[in-house]
C-alpha cells in the first residue's frame, strides 16, 4: 500500500459531521483506487459493463471483502482466508456467470462477505480452488427478498491463491469519488445527483473494475 488508510476507529466515524466523513469516504476511495491502479497484472476499466461483457464466460465465485485485506493480499501474493465466524456455514459470497446471468445476482456480492473503508465496498471474482468448501444455503420457500435475489448465495471457506482472482470491482458513494478521476458521464451524473439532494435521492454510486491481463 501507498499510503497508510485513513483512521477506522470509532471517533473517526461517528463523531464528524457530514461533510467530515464525506471527505474521509474521498480520501479512503482515492487510496484504494491508487493502490488497485499498482497492483501488477490488472488493469483498470471504467466501463463496469465492459468489464463484465470482456470477462472469459466461466463461472466465478464473488465477495465482498475489506479493501485493506483484499489489497494486502494482493500486494504480497498472500492467499486470502475465507471462515465462519461460527461453526454453522452461512451465506458470505455468490456464483456467477456473465454469459448465463449477466447482472442477475451480482448485485447481491456486494452484501455478502464483509467489511468496508468509510463505505468504499470492494468486491473480487475469482476460479474455484479445488480445496474451497462451497455449499448452498437450504433455500427458503421465497429465495427472493425485496429486490434481493438469493439463488446465487453460496457458503464458502478456505483459502483463495492470488492467481484465482479473475477481477475486483471497487463502489464507491457519487458524492465521495474524486472529481479528478470522474469521466465526463460521471461528472454529469453528480451534477444531477446534487441538483436533487433537497429532495430524498436513492443510493448513487461509481464503480471501478480491474480485470487480470490475460
Request: overall charge negative.
Amino acid at each position: 500500500m501507498n499510503e497508510a488508510f485513513p483512521s477506522r476507529s470509532p471517533n473517526s466515524s461517528t463523531s464528524t459531521t457530514p461533510e467530515s466523513r464525506i471527505e474521509l469516504s474521498r480520501v479512503a476511495a482515492l487510496q484504494v483506487l491508487s493502490d488497485l491502479e499498482s497492483i501488477t497484472g490488472f488493469e483498470e476499466i471504467k466501463n463496469i459493463n465492459s468489464l463484465y461483457s470482456n470477462l472469459p464466460k466461466e463461472e466465478y465465485i464473488v465477495r465482498r471483502e475489506n479493501p485493506e485485506s483484499l489489497i494486502k493480499s494482493l500486494e504480497t501474493d498472500s492467499p486470502i482466508g475465507i471462515e465462519f465466524s461460527g461453526n454453522t456455514p452461512y451465506a458470505n459470497c455468490v456464483v456467477w456467470n456473465p454469459e448465463l446471468d449477466r447482472e442477475h445476482g451480482l448485485n447481491t456480492a456486494f452484501l455478502e462477505g464483509q467489511g468496508h473503508l468509510h463505505n468504499i465496498v470492494v468486491v473480487y471474482g475469482f476460479k474455484k480452488p479445488s480445496d474451497l468448501y462451497l455449499e448452498k444455503i437450504a433455500a427458503n420457500p421465497s429465495e427472493s427478498y425485496g429486490t434481493i435475489d438469493r439463488s446465487h448465495v453460496r457458503a464458502a471457506a478456505g483459502f483463495v491463491p492470488v492467481e484465482n482472482i479473475k477481477f475486483v470491482v471497487m463502489r464507491t458513494p457519487i458524492s465521495a469519488f474524486p472529481k479528478e478521476r470522474m469521466t465526463d458521464d460521471e461528472l454529469d451524473k453528480l451534477w444531477e445527483y446534487e441538483e436533487r439532494k433537497s429532495g430524498k435521492p436513492g443510493a448513487e454510486f461509481i464503480y471501478r473494475g480491474f480485470m487480470t491481463k490475460e
